[in-house]
């Protein structure tokens, strides 16, 4: 019995350690490729709603060119890069170039 626990504690140490290596190089290219796929989904998940639940303010962009949606509570908003809504006043929205 004593054996066994003198190769298993040994094993056990060794496989935490090896373990809390891992975590911590995740945080390289691996966690930064999920970072990205994250935010991509977020993003296309908030427009996605948007575009279902509220309306597209035709004619009009947010100064950067991005989609202005309106809320049910007639609040201006556009989605960013990481799937967040920020919200614009009316006079800060522009025309739309393309019209």
Not at 6 to 28: D, F, N
Not at 66 to 76: E, F, G, L, M
Not at 87 to 96: F, H, N, R
């Amino acid at each position: 019995m004593n054996k066994l626990k003198l190769l298993a504690i040994p094993a056990l140490l060794l496989s935490l350690s090896t373990m809390a290596q891992t975590q911590t190089s995740s945080k390289g290219s691996v966690g930064r490729t999920i970072n990205k796929i994250g935010n991509k989904t977020a993003e296309v998940a908030v427009k996605g709603t948007a575009a279902v639940g509220d309306k597209v303010y035709k004619g009009k962009v947010a100064p950067n060119g991005q989609t202005v949606y309106i809320n049910k509570h007639s609040h201006y908003y556009w989605v960013n890069a990481r799937g967040k809504k920020i919200y614009i006043s009316k006079s800060k929205l522009v025309d739309d170039p393309k019209k």
